[in-house]
């Protein structure tokens, strides 16, 4: 069967380089109507009960994280001329399409008392604008004595200001988010020229709209360098163009193929998606460097390009099918959470593993078929004396010192799960932001000044409609406000309540001793003159009711800000502050209370994230051994050959837990994706190993000894590849990416270690081959050696392949 397809492709090798190039075009279309992903994914599943009260908490009183906020912290922000600039600032974002309403202080309203027509009335605190130093001090004073802007807009104990930009969900998933934000800023540039005075940027959608572009900027950033690096490698290898040119068409094909199938399933690209490309290109590259390595190889042995070219297909192209197919299935596991984006990411880069397999079994040969023959330069490498002494080395290390190698091991692995229980599970809602970033500055500047900007929602339901004016449950309400904004990382709450406080103040004349809720005595005053209070947009009551109350007048929204804390301490916070407080205050009642908003919805996703890693790992660890098991027919075999690959993921977890690496998507990612990729080194191996057993009478240390010398230089080469490949990660400006290149890359290296290491120590000492088994392992179809009679079933002349010996003038490969 091998043989049939061997000489198929070679046959129709023109065919097969046309049907890829065509193939090639209609993905590169289909790739250049990929879009990008505008939102937050939502992590935690639509069946999750805290999703589902979240996404009626929307429909009911709209988006929680759509708040943008632009702060600063300077006392000349009180003079006339630069207080006179923040007003046009203000005046200036208001009018940009996309911005739904600006609170700023100089654009500050009160409420104030109508007594002829009993209603209250908004009136604009600075109109007309102040012209004088005098005017303007005199107004700042009154906004002083209005307590609902106090840790809102302004905080008089730091002089800290703030301007509060909400913006239009329906522009902002859209597009049009990055003008919208690059407007915002360029006038809040034009502001900062003209007044010296510095200003912060913060809020889910800033940060949401930063994301994305830097998503956009280091898709082709790490596209271009991953192949720069790769084809470098392939380059010092093989010391020949044709060996870095082909292989990269390879490549190409296979990125397109990618971008082409996430347009085609409709996905969009997301921080995951997005790392799909460079992935591929650094994981295809392995393919190439196995196939024209045993190319190099046979041919060196006989001379004969048609008959190398027909055995890496028949042998190293099954081999290399087994290694893709366990790629993919650390990938392809990540399909079966319940997790939207994992399963984007787990399909589309299954899918383009074995896209790379098919390419670069077809192109190769077909390719090559039309080259010259090797040339002696081009053969070198395969006697490179640093990579042969190296690879002897390791050799006589099995055989001699095997006790030594696995206490080692055994050492190391002790110290690595010490150190994994070290690990924490923690993420932030700017995790995957730089420490020294100007987002994380900016965030630190209002969680020290208005105790953070991450919405936090608490809901309570007064168990009866029009429950939301009765007076005791708006003391319970302002009670459960009091106590939460007490708490050093939650900022002050904004509801019906404060409004009403604010009401009660503008009865009195805006005097600050009666801000507070109504009494017994003088709530039926008040509560009409908010009912015959009205404007062009309905009732004040109306208004509030659609913000901070429902339809029914049952429900009522507290809105919270609070600090990025992680989702160690916000859970702690829930749990042991804000849930005990809530049952404790409302025990007794007929309110109940639910806590719900972007921030903890955010959190729950990431811990939910990690728990399904978590279980896409064991599953991937059971297929492959199902693999193992059907591939070998040994349960011996099958712990054999998973120990080596296990261990290079305990020494990861050790790393994680001794550097202080916490557990977060991004890391308990690596884990599944390196799995399946370590385990080809071992397929390889193994696929030799088992040659090696047959062809020297089943005399394991003669054939552990020769798989070494001859797979080594090809897991050697790989292993660098890939190492290589992935570590370029590190130069992301996201954390979670950073720890995804360097901790894939470090447990790729020390997988090459123990493949090459442990696994054919534990060969010597517990594998006992029988040269009869009970039944015929699958691996064994496969294990023959080339037989020279399968020349004489190719027809040469038929191929049409010129098998012509180029001079030895001739340079590396650029002469073909």
């Known amino acids: 069967m091998s043989f049939n397809v061997a000489h198929f492709i070679l046959k129709y090798r023109l065919v097969i380089i046309v049907l890829l190039a065509l193939y090639a075009g209609f993905m590169a279309y289909e790739g250049s109507r990929i879009q990008m992903s505008y939102s937050f994914s939502n992590v935690v599943p639509t069946s999750d009960p805290d999703m589902a009260y979240f ?39 208001q009018e940009l399409r996309g911005v739904t309403q600006v609170v700023s202080l100089p654009r500050l309203v009160r409420l104030t008392k109508d007594a002829q027509k009993r209603r209250f009335v908004f009136e604009a605190l600075f109109d007309p604008f102040p012209e004088t130093q005098q005017e303007l001090d005199s107004l700042l004073a009154i906004s002083r004595s209005i307590p609902l802007y106090e840790g809102l807009l302004t905080n008089d104990s730091t002089s800290a200001v703030a301007l509060l ?111 799909l490309p460079p992935i591929i290109v650094v994981i295809g590259v392995p393919n190439c460097i196995y196939l024209l390595n045993k190319y190099h190889q046979e041919y060196a042995k006989h001379g004969n390009k048609v008959r190398a070219l027909t055995y890496i297909v028949r042998k190293i192209g099954v081999v290399t099918l087994l290694t893709n197919a366990t790629t993919a299935v650390g990938f392809l596991v990540l399909f079966f959470t319940n997790i939207a984006i994992l399963k984007e990411f787990g399909l589309v880069a299954s899918i383009n593993v074995f896209v790379a397999f098919v390419v670069s079994v077809t192109l190769i040969p077909a390719v090559y078929a039309y080259l010259p023959a090797p040339t ?69 500047f209002f969680e020290d ?39 050093p990382s939650i900022a002050p709450g904004v509801s019906i309540v404060d409004y009403l406080k604010a009401a009660r103040q503008a009865f009195y004349n805006g005097s600050p001793a009666f801000y507070g809720l109504p009494t017994n005595q003088d709530k039926n005053f008040i509560f009409n003159y908010l009912r015959s209070q009205s404007d062009a947009k309905g009732t004040l009551e109306s208004n509030l009711m659609d913000a901070f109350v429902d339809s029914t007048g049952q429900r009522v929204r507290v809105s919270f800000k609070v600090e990025d804390m992680g989702s160690i301490r916000l859970s702690e916070l829930m749990q042991n502050v804000v849930r005990p407080e809530v049952d404790s205050l409302l025990a007794g009642t ?110 394991v240390p003669k054939a552990v000894s020769v798989s070494i010398l001859e797979t080594g230089s090809s897991m050697f080469y790989t292993s660098l590849v890939l190492f290589a490949g992935f570590v370029i990660f590190s130069q ?32 010597l000492y517990f594998d006992k081959p029988r040269q009869k088994l009970d039944f015929e392992p699958l691996l064994e179809h496969y294990e023959e050696f080339y037989i020279a009679d399968d020349d004489e079933e190719i027809d040469v002349d038929l191929l049409e392949v010129e098998d012509r010996t180029p001079d030895a003038s001739d340079d590396a490969g650029t002469k073909s």
């Open 55 to 93: 996404q009626e908490f929307k429909r009911t009183f709209g988006e929680d994280g759509n708040i943008m906020a632009i702060g600063l912290q300077d006392p000349r922000i009180y003079e006339v001329e630069n207080f006179q600039r923040l007003e046009y600032l203000s005046k200036a974002i």
């Open 165 to 275: 930009v909400t913006l239009d969900p329906k522009v902002f998933d859209s597009e049009d988010r990055f003008e919208l934000i690059d407007d915002i800023m360029s006038q809040g540039e034009a502001f900062s020229e003209h007044t010296g005075i510095s200003l912060h940027y913060a809020g889910l959608p800033f940060v949401r709209a930063v994301m994305t572009t830097k998503v956009k900027e280091e898709l082709n950033f790490f596209l271009i360098l991953s192949v720069v690096v790769t084809a470098l490698i392939l380059f010092i290898f093989f010391r020949s163009l044709n060996a870095v040119v082909f292989p990269m068409i390879v490549i190409g094909i296979t990125v397109l193929s990618t971008m082409g199938t996430i347009a085609l399933l409709g996905y969009k690209v997301t921080l995951l998606t997005g790392l």
């Open 376 to 444: 002696p330069r081009q053969l070198r490498h395969l006697d490179s004396k640093v990579t042969t002494r190296f690879i002897r080395s390791l050799d006589l290390l099995v055989h001699r010192h095997p006790l030594i190698i696995f206490g080692v091991t055994g050492a190391i692995v002790v110290f690595s799960i010490a150190g994994a229980l070290r690990i924490r599970a923690v993420s932030y809602m700017v995790d995957d932001l730089p420490a020294d970033s100007d987002i994380r500055h900016d965030l630190a």
């Open 449 to 487: 000044n208005f105790e953070g900007v991450m919405p936090l929602e608490v809901v309570v339901d007064t168990g009866k409609p029009r429950g939301a004016l009765d007076l005791k449950n708006l003391r319970t309400i302002a009670e459960l406000e009091a106590y939460l904004e007490a708490h």
């Open 590 to 699: 007929d309110l109940e209370a639910k806590i719900t908003g972007t921030t903890l919805l955010f959190v729950k996703g990431n811990d939910y994230l990690i728990r399904n890693l978590r279980s896409s790992l064991l599953f991937a660890v059971a297929i492959i051994a199902l693999i193992m098991a059907a591939l070998f027919g040994s349960f011996r075999m099958v712990l054999i050959s998973l120990i080596p690959n296990i261990v290079p993921l305990i020494i990861t977890a050790g790393i994680m837990g001794w550097f202080n690496i916490p557990l977060k998507p991004s890391t308990a990612l690596i884990f599944s994706i390196a799995f399946g990729i370590s385990v080809d080194d071992a397929l390889h191996f193994l696929a030799k190993y088992r040659q090696e057993l047959k062809s020297h009478n089943y005399f």
């Open 732 to 763: 992301s400006e996201f954390g979670g990416t950073v720890a995804l290149g360097i901790l894939v890359s470090t447990t790729l290296l020390c997988a090459m270690l123990t493949n090459l290491v442990l696994l054919p120590s534990l060969l």
